[in-house]
């Protein structure tokens, strides 16, 4: 073993005599790497930055609805239901019903379709938004049935042409009655959100108001199919839930009977992460083709090289090499070849994931961080590696093995 | 003192069975320190297979064969590769030096898997180089050098370790006339210094120049004379 560094010379001076088959060789091994540690970065990225943001958007909310049943016997959840709610429960800050209506408006910018969200000024806890101007309708427009409104300033936008809306009026036509509504306040969608709520040009423009509102359109809000709580962050979710149905079936004598029925966000989080699972899954096997393709690169070039010098093996034979010295020597080039390859390909796939995680960020309006393993980095590298050291050596051994006269005879 | 090559009843039979090649056929032969040999013969005749059996590059069939009192019909691969370092320098029609690197570096490459150090192995390379006339020729490589000189590389690499026996098949069959010239003059300085050298050649005119013949034929030795 005192000749392992004239075998690593006699490699490093192999390599640098065959530039070209040396390149291609680590190629192989470049791309492969570099490819999965994109793929992977890029996908965990790209998971981690919706999964954040769904964590974000609807942590503590509650929504109970009415089954089929309740609806059946015309059991539904009242105003005072609601105020129940607020003041019985321990953990809750807030409750609002989910009362909408879709409607109309024509302003100077063209006929618009509406979608009115009714609630009271709890709505403003679930909203990915920030208030940008004015503020959130109060209490006392809630109570005083007032036709307040906010919008988003892009819906802002596309009615009025500005997000500079605060005192104007918007005419609602609902079912041929028409009322004008005071915008309030304009609102702002917040960063890292562009999964969730991305809107575009045919959508009907939102506009939140109290619920008591409605009355001005001949109906009495009170009773709704579904309303939504608000737990505080200290609150477990699960126990706010059973005393909510405990509080509504004590209401409404109806316990056992399954009238009230819970949705809580954790369970659209769990479907969201399954969703997540399987393209992390299409993730994983794109980067697992690639690796594939990537080794059977390595194999094929090494194939090639170690076969096109059966003869320099013969002549070192000759001259008394013996099987385990050339061994060595391939051995010491495939290892070089791919640990100079292998932290090429590292390092174009680090670069290559940050890239595309800028373009991605730019072009979506939502940040995305690789989501660098170090995991994923072994495992390609070991992977591409191993490859191109059996099949540096495999061949090798063979042509070694050959008797000396035939390793010459070949060309 | 015994033979430095002793060979008895050695066969190699290729194709065992129905259509079996005798290569070679029960041969004898006795080679003493510092001869000068031909082995000489037609195509076919025998002698590479005999050249291979005694550069130790293939196994007989059959028979033993004594190497400087070894008996090297018996060694595994690993025991070869170590009798053809040391024991033996090959000197080759084709030359055999490796493209990538210099005359030096060809030259080194026994030396080095005899594991001798590099200063060393670079003193023995150069006196060797020098011997055959290359002084000036140490770092080109063999494709910046005529055939001639790529022979020499080639003889100055077979010589560098001082191996007891010198085995050069057809050494000038792929050179013109005066370069074949300069090559026998080298082997013939080679046996003046003492070195056994073992010349395969079809070449009558070759094989005068040497001090005794061995013509083979059909895988039989049919002829074995001394020169005068």
Redesign the interface.
Known sequence: MGNAIEYVKMALKNIIANKGRSFLTMLGIIIGIASVIMVMSVGDGTANAMNSEVANFGTGQITIYCSEDAVNMQEWITPEDLQALQERIEGVDGATPNDSSSGSTITGKGEFSLSLNGGTEAMQKALNYNIKRGSYFTAIDVEEGNRVCVLTDSDAKRLFGSDDVIGMDIEVTINNISNNYRIVGVTQQKENSGFVSYTYEGMPVTLEVPYTSFLSFGWESDSFYSVTVFANDKASGEEVARDIVHLMESRHQCAGENYYQIQSFQDIVSELNGMLAIVTTFISCVAAISLIVGGIGVMNIMLVSVTERTREIGIRKSLGAKTSSILMQFLAEAAILTIVGGIIGILFGLLGAVGACKLMTISMGSVIHPGIQVSTILGATFFSCGIGVFFGIYPARKAAKLSPIEALRRN | MENLIKVQDLCKIYNPGENEVRALDKVNLEINRGEFIAIIGHSGSGKSTLM?ML?C???PTSGSYYLNGKDVSAMN??QL??I???EIG?I?QGF???A??NAI?NVE??L????IGRSERNRLAREALIKVGLEKRMHHRPSEMSGGQQQRVAIA?AIAAEPPVILADEPTGNLDSSSTQEIMDILKELHNAGRSVILITHDDDIAEQTKRVIRILDGKIVEDYYNN
């Open positions: 291979n550069g590059l293939d196994i691969d690993n590769s170590e053809r370092n040391e090959f080759f055999n030096l490796i990538n690197l570096e490459l026994p080095i898997y005899r594991g690499r």
